[in-house]
């Protein structure tokens, strides 16, 4: 099974929709070059499981970002994906995180997810981290904002090998006036789900797994979707981020230090350029000067 997926299934006879995917590779990669420890590593797996399943809802072309932000040692914690699942992430840690629970690393807070569409206005929803997970204050975020009785299962493991999956439900609007009967078809799907052990969700292939909890069910799964890290930075971003500073500013700092280092918070790579390296940016103070 190809480890960083997502597909999204829908039970036929029911108005609910669902999805399942699997990061292990992608949350291997986002946590790689951090020194995070397994507490903050498991909480990164499950944001980035959580981005996964909200950015498979996306109708149209854009971005996503999932943010906490808090006073907890977990200053602030984000994924940011687009459309095709390509994803990437990032935390800051200030303190001791060793045995913290998920309310003891964000403390007070906020959780927020903003879409920008590539054509069309962008939007932000903000919920408060007042419950005791993640998948609790997503639950929150979607009964405030999209009136969607919503169940959201996440699961992230970076103590014995890198493995992060998850499962979404959703119901759909009510076709018939039977408002009881969708709500207690809703219940009973997730008292399944709820019934599954991580290992289970980690190991199995997404219709081995969806059959072992809805055999009696009439469930459609669609076709997979690829999950992949990358981080956006590169040497040519740098350079035109540096553009913005005027070239007399570039030589003084160049003059000071010797060198200009930046850094991916990200993936975090370090870039340093010397003089060689900016000639581009600096030809017009050159030519001034002679």
């Known amino acids: 099974m190809m480890k960083d997926q997502l ?8 108005q609910i929709r669902g999805e399942i995917a699997n990061a292990d590779s992608s949350f291997s990669e986002i946590t790689a070059n951090h020194n995070y420890t397994e507490e903050v590593s498991n909480l990164m797996g499950e944001l980035l499981i959580a981005t996964t399943l909200l950015t ?43 045995g913290l629970s998920f309310e003891q690393l964000v403390g007070k807070g906020h959780l927020m997810i903003s879409i920008a569409p590539e054509n069309g206005e962008r939007y932000q929803g903000i ?4 419950h005791k997970s993640l998948s609790a204050c997503l639950e929150n975020y979607f009964k405030q904002s999209e009136q969607l009785p919503t169940r959201i299962i996440l699961h992230a493991n ?42 289970e969700i980690y190991d199995l292939e997404h219709d081995e ?32 981020s540096l553009a913005s500073i005027q070239p007399e500013e570039i030589l003084e700092i160049l003059k000071e230090r010797g060198a200009i280092e930046m850094h991916c918070e990200y993936c975090a790579t370090d870039y340093r350029f010397e003089i060689n390296d900016l000639q581009v940016l600096l030809v017009d103070t050159h030519n001034q000067q002679h």
């Open 7 to 14: 597909q999204r299934f829908l039970f036929e006879d029911f």
């Open 56 to 98: 498979a809802m996306l109708k149209f072309e854009g971005k996503i970002t999932v943010q906490l932000q808090g006073d907890g040692p977990v200053k602030m914690a984000v994924i940011n994906a687009n459309q095709n699942l390509v994803l990437r992430g990032t935390a800051s840690v200030d303190g001791d995180t060793k």
């Open 127 to 130: 919920v408060a981290l007042d």
């Open 158 to 199: 970076s103590k014995d090998k890198m493995q992060c999956a998850g499962l979404l439900l959703q119901t759909l609007p009510a076709k018939d006036a039977d408002i009881e009967k969708h709500e207690n078809n809703f219940q009973h799907v997730c008292a399944l789900a709820h019934t599954l052990k991580a290992q």
């Open 209 to 240: 797994l969806l059959f072992r909890l809805y055999h009696q069910e009439e469930v459609r799964l669609f076709d997979e979707q690829a999950i992949t890290y990358q981080c956006s930075c590169s040497t040519e971003r740098c350079l035109s």
